[in-house]
């Protein structure tokens, strides 16, 4: 050995110090985060500050995420015939509604967004577009039942997320784990690329879900319902603090939320457009003086049709006309399908609804669009996303254990 390779060479004690610490590297939860398939789904874990969410999230689904904005963005930039006709006008039509958006975007998720863009390699204006699409187009139903709607009086939050299952966002489906630096864990039921929420519960047992509800009393210059949803499951633990965020926040399009506390076995329903919030509770006195609502007890459920007269007066969905006097009777499948459905599952299962029935429920009410089925009853919960073009209610639900799965990320 010459003396230059045994200077080159460190010491023995040095050299144990300096394998002890690349372990402890390779071995450091949160420094590497991979995808880890658990009871047939797709989970990453993520902790950190907003911009190490982002890039950790990019890192671990990189060709995921470039696929799913490809197969999304192209699948709305085909909608003509004329390709670059076509994608002009979609870029404008997502960019259009981000520009009025993004100053009352939380500076958190603008953050995370630029991190997942670093992480990943695609553009940051792709993953802006992507999360325009939510505030411009959705369908959905949720339903929460506890008491003595329930077998055993468990609480039990179904929701069905109904979008255009031709996009394709379904063959991406990823159940996050985030840990966010100085806020409240939760369950993200989501997507590669989307860092928004449509579907989650957080440590406290806060569930949310969401319903399209067409408004013409709506703008985008606002917080997109996606990062309000998210704040809910990052800052709330109760279903007032929830409510109060909701009704708080500076909101753009309309939107019915269902809101579920598995421990206090509660929920609510949020009606909201632009300016108007309505909070029902279940069997709520409101309802029983609207003739198309079906208010049950220990249980609130909705499609897109609203219960307020208020807000009913301002809506497109079900058939509404704000330019006509007076209420227009719901009509066409979210009212027919969705609402009486759930409201005709849940009289013949009060008293014995299950995980197993909820599901049956779901199945029912679930249109061709259906893209995900989320049956929340906490400690567990059962997650099926469309395949192809068959509905997710009509695919496999696969179960999960939230509670352990938070508790692994600590």
């Given at each position: 050995m010459?003396?230059?390779?045994?200077?080159?060479t460190p010491?023995?004690?040095?050299?144990?110090v300096l394998?002890?610490?690349a372990?402890w590297?390779v071995?450091?939860?949160?420094l590497?985060?991979?995808?880890?398939?658990?009871?047939?789904l797709?989970?990453?874990?993520l902790?950190?500050?907003?911009?190490?969410?982002?890039?950790r999230?990019?890192?671990?689904l990189r060709e995921?995420?470039?696929?799913?904005?490809?197969?999304?963005?192209?699948?709305?930039?085909?909608?003509?015939k004329?390709?670059?006709?076509?994608?002009?006008?979609?870029?404008?039509?997502?960019?259009?509604?981000?520009?009025?958006?993004?100053?009352?975007?939380?500076a958190d998720a603008l953050?995370?967004?630029?991190?997942?863009?670093?992480?990943?390699?695609?553009?940051?204006r792709e993953l802006?577009?992507l999360?325009?699409?939510?505030?411009?187009?959705?369908?959905?139903?949720?339903?929460?039942?506890?008491?003595?709607a329930?077998?055993?009086?468990?609480?039990?939050?179904?929701?069905?997320?109904?979008?255009?299952i031709?996009?394709?966002?379904?063959?991406?489906?990823?159940?996050?784990?985030?840990?966010?630096?100085?806020?409240?864990?939760f369950?993200?039921?989501?997507?590669?690329?989307?860092?928004?929420?449509?579907?989650?519960?957080?440590?406290?047992?806060?569930?949310i879900?969401?319903?399209?509800?067409?408004?013409?009393?709506?703008?985008?210059?606002?917080?997109?319902?996606?990062?309000?949803?998210?704040?809910?499951?990052?800052?709330a633990?109760t279903?007032?603090?929830?409510?109060?965020?909701?009704?708080?926040?500076?909101?753009?399009?309309?939107?019915?939320y269902?809101?579920?506390?598995?421990?206090?076995?509660?929920?609510?329903?949020?009606?909201?457009t632009?300016?108007?919030?309505?909070?029902?509770?279940a069997d709520?006195?409101?309802?029983?003086?609207?003739?198309y609502?079906?208010p049950?007890?220990?249980?609130?459920?909705?499609?897109?049709?609203?219960?307020?007269?208020?807000?009913?007066?301002?809506?497109?969905?079900?058939?509404?006309?704000?330019?006509?006097p007076?209420?227009?009777?719901?009509?066409?499948?979210?009212?027919?399908v969705?609402y009486?459905?759930?409201?005709?599952?849940?009289?013949?299962?009060f008293g014995?609804l299950?995980?197993?029935?909820?599901?049956a429920?779901?199945?029912?009410v679930?249109?061709?669009s259906?893209?995900q089925?989320?049956?929340?009853?906490?400690?567990?919960?059962?997650?099926?996303?469309?395949?192809?073009?068959?509905?997710a209610?009509?695919?496999?639900?696969?179960?999960?254990?939230?509670?352990?799965?938070?508790?692994?990320?600590?």
């Open positions: 010459t003396r230059s390779t045994r200077e080159a010491p023995l004690r040095l050299r144990v394998a002890a610490i372990a590297l071995a450091a939860p949160g590497a985060v991979e995808a880890e398939s658990i009871g047939g797709r989970v990453v874990r902790a950190g500050g907003p911009y190490e969410l982002g890039r999230h990019g890192e671990a995921e995420v470039h696929a799913s904005l490809r197969h999304v963005l192209g699948f709305f930039r085909g909608y003509l004329v390709p670059w006709v076509s994608a002009m006008a979609v870029n404008w039509w997502l960019d259009s509604a981000w520009a009025l958006a993004v100053p009352f975007v939380p953050q995370e967004l630029r991190g997942l863009a670093d992480g990943s390699g695609v553009p940051l802006f577009r999360h325009a699409i939510p505030d411009r187009t959705y369908s959905c139903s949720n339903f929460a039942a506890w008491g003595r329930t077998a055993g009086g468990r609480l039990i939050h179904v929701r069905n997320l109904d979008w255009d031709e996009a394709g966002v379904q063959r991406f489906p990823v159940v996050f784990v985030v840990r966010p630096s100085g806020k409240r864990a369950v993200n039921v989501g997507w590669a690329g989307f860092i928004g929420v449509l579907t989650g519960i957080n440590e406290t047992g806060l569930s879900g969401q319903i399209g509800a067409e408004t013409a009393d709506a703008t985008f210059r606002g917080e997109p319902m996606v990062f309000v949803m998210r704040r809910v499951l990052e800052e633990s279903l007032e603090e929830a409510a109060s965020l909701i009704r708080q926040a500076r909101r753009t399009v309309g939107v019915n269902v809101v579920a506390d598995a421990k206090a076995k509660r929920a609510v329903a949020i009606e909201t632009r300016r108007h919030a309505r909070v029902f509770e709520d006195p409101a309802e029983h003086r609207v003739p609502a079906r049950m007890a220990d249980a609130v459920f909705r499609a897109d049709t609203a219960m307020d007269p208020g807000i009913r007066e301002r809506q497109i969905a079900s058939g509404g006309d704000p330019r006509r007076g209420l227009e009777v719901p009509s066409g499948s979210a009212y027919e969705r009486l459905g759930q409201a005709a599952g849940l009289h013949a299962q014995a299950d995980a197993e029935a909820a599901r429920i779901a199945r029912a679930a249109p061709r259906n893209i089925s989320v049956v929340f009853a906490w400690p567990d919960a059962w997650i099926a996303n469309a395949r192809g073009l068959t509905p209610a009509q695919t496999t639900y696969h179960r999960i254990n939230l509670e352990q799965l938070l508790q692994q990320d600590r």
